[in-house]
């Protein structure tokens, strides 16, 4: 009894996890890798786990830590490229790396065994709190309402900041806020795929949608549907194979990106056929 | 002789980044359905004009007065060089003629039927019917530049501002453009700047030669003889019986 009790817990904590992970990682995702920054959304991740790190350190839950780090880091980025003229790239780079030294040095001066470490790095069901799944559930609700008021505000900034200028002088705010809900983003997913593979989530799934179409719109919807089917397939694998959850997850949404790839070929294939017939 | 209203006026305007004066006691006055060349060497301050009246640059001296009702409603249309839009955006074209009209909507923009319907007008007008919902990764250099048309003058503008439309490679289009340009002058004043004499077409009426300064060429100024006078620091090579146009000296 208790055990069937367990086990539908962890059914309906999979089920909703899946969906809030969808919902937040295809609209984050879409706007990365539309506006191509997903290597801005790697150096995100990496240098959040510096806040991981000082939150075992200090006794703070390491997810409010990865927050903190996630968001100082993208505007960091912004601030060391903008202000400080070094190339965006090589102001990621410098901040990625950072974050992991300071997370490896912080929980390496943490007394004790730290249990969750490969959790963080590779993603774990099983440490995922009810908390996590609330906090991505709230998250959902936000993007969904940020990204629906503001839907043309945002595309058309994101699109051509240089025009957006001209008419508007929230471009800067707009920028600001979206790139924070970017990085929380991340770090709420931090917990099922880890810092390694989070962001894989984020990119894979709109670069399934965008075989089929080229609609900012329409990307989002088709890629919070491939990711909901490859994070609900990557939970099954791994509960019953007991994989780490984020290796399974990015494995079979790679696998559907492929499968998505080769029917499109076959389909363009076969309908030059007809063409030429 | 008809008194034309002004769009605007730019009263002994100075605009600079930092220290360094781009632009120096300008005194420019632009009229309803003028079509001004602005022409001028590569960093002479073609494009800091431009964004002094978009209103992206403060003037450091001196003041820039707007027709009140170009202020009202904000009717400026503005073509940018090309190189500021994203070229594999996924967006449509639709999309992109519709956020011409951000300016007179709010950040939390719905776009009404009667948008929708203008934005077909537009995209009619240009003929770009065939391509309303193809994204601008499957256009052309030519067609995404009248896409930015598009754009640009699905507000009704009064003052339309042009930044280099010779930088769009596609040159089959350039001659249908400078004719909508034409066309378009019937119901805005046009403003384009361009470091490349080759396009300035001959349906400009005025010039405005930049460099630092600004020297405004109004229409009846222009002459076929003065053959000596390199007004601006431009050089036009040519072949035969082209036909030009020769400023006079400034003074």
Avoid at chain 2, 32 to 54: C, Q, R, S
Avoid at chain 2, 87 to 116: E, F, H, N, Q
Avoid at chain 2, 171 to 193: C, G, H, P, Q, S
Wanted: net charge neutral; proline share 3%; charged share 15%.
């Amino acid at each position: 009894m208790e055990a069937n009790i367990f086990q539908y817990e962890f059914i309906i904590k999979g089920i909703l996890g899946a969906i809030f992970a969808s919902i937040t990682a295809g609209l984050a995702g879409t706007y990365i890798v539309s506006k191509r920054m997903v290597f801005l959304s790697g150096g995100i991740t990496h240098a959040s786990f510096g806040g991981i790190g000082i939150g075992y350190f200090a006794g703070i839950n390491p997810v409010v830590g990865a927050a903190v780090f996630g968001i100082l880091s993208a505007l960091g980025v912004e601030y060391l490229s903008v202000k400080q003229k070094i190339r965006e790239d090589s102001a990621i780079g410098i901040l990625w790396a950072f974050g992991m030294a300071i997370g490896i040095i912080f929980i390496y001066m943490t007394p004790g065994y730290t249990p969750n470490l490969m959790s963080y790095l590779f993603g774990s069901i099983l440490t995922v709190t009810n908390a996590d799944i609330i906090a991505l559930g709230i998250m959902s609700v936000i993007l969904i309402l940020y990204f629906g008021i503001f839907y043309r505000t945002i595309l058309y900034i994101s699109f051509d900041e240089m025009f957006a200028r001209t008419y508007s002088s929230y471009v800067d705010i707009f920028k600001y806020i979206t790139t924070s809900l970017i990085a929380l983003t991340i770090v709420l997913n931090i917990r099922m795929a880890g810092v390694v593979l989070v962001i894989s989530l984020l990119t894979i799934p709109p670069n399934i949608a965008m075989i089929y179409t080229k609609v900012y719109f329409k990307i989002v919807v088709w890629s919070i549907l491939a990711g909901f089917v490859g994070t609900a397939t990557g939970y099954v694998i791994s509960y019953f194979a007991g994989i780490p959850v984020g290796a399974t997850i990015i494995f079979t949404l790679v696998i559907i990106w492929v499968i998505a790839k080769v029917i499109n070929q076959l389909l363009m294939k076969y309908s030059n056929k007809n063409f030429k017939d | 002789m008809v008194l034309m209203a002004s769009l605007f006026e730019m009263h002994s305007l100075s605009a600079s980044y930092g220290t360094d004066f781009v632009l120096r006691d300008v005194n420019f006055t632009v009229s309803e359905n003028d079509f001004i060349g602005v022409i001028g060497p590569n960093g002479g301050g073609k494009t800091t004009l431009l964004k002094v009246i978009l209103g992206l640059l403060r003037p450091a001296k001196g003041e820039i007065i707007f027709n009140n009702d170009l202020i009202r409603e904000n009717r400026i249309g503005y073509l940018p060089q090309m190189s500021t839009g994203d070229a594999s955006y996924p967006v449509t074209v639709t999309d992109i003629i519709l956020s011409g009209l951000m300016i007179r909507k709010g950040i939390i923009s719905r776009m009404s039927s009667s948008d929708k319907k203008k934005a077909e007008m537009v995209i009619d007008e240009l003929g770009l019917s065939e391509l309303a919902q193809s994204t601008i990764n499957e256009l052309s250099g030519g067609q995404i530049q009248r896409v930015f048309l598009g754009r640009a003058i699905i507000g009704d503008p009064k003052l339309l501002l042009l930044d280099e439309p010779g930088n769009f490679v596609d040159t089959t289009f350039e001659n249908d453009f400078y004719e909508k340009l034409k066309d378009l002058n019937n119901r805005m004043a046009i403003l384009m700047v361009s470091h490349d004499v080759g396009i300035i077409s001959s349906h400009i009426k005025s010039f405005a030669c930049v460099n630092r300064s600004l020297h405004y060429h109004p229409s009846h100024e222009i002459t076929n003889d003065d053959l000596l006078a390199y007004g601006c620091p431009i050089q036009l090579i040519t072949h035969g019986d082209v036909p030009h146009t020769v400023l006079k000296y400034h003074k």
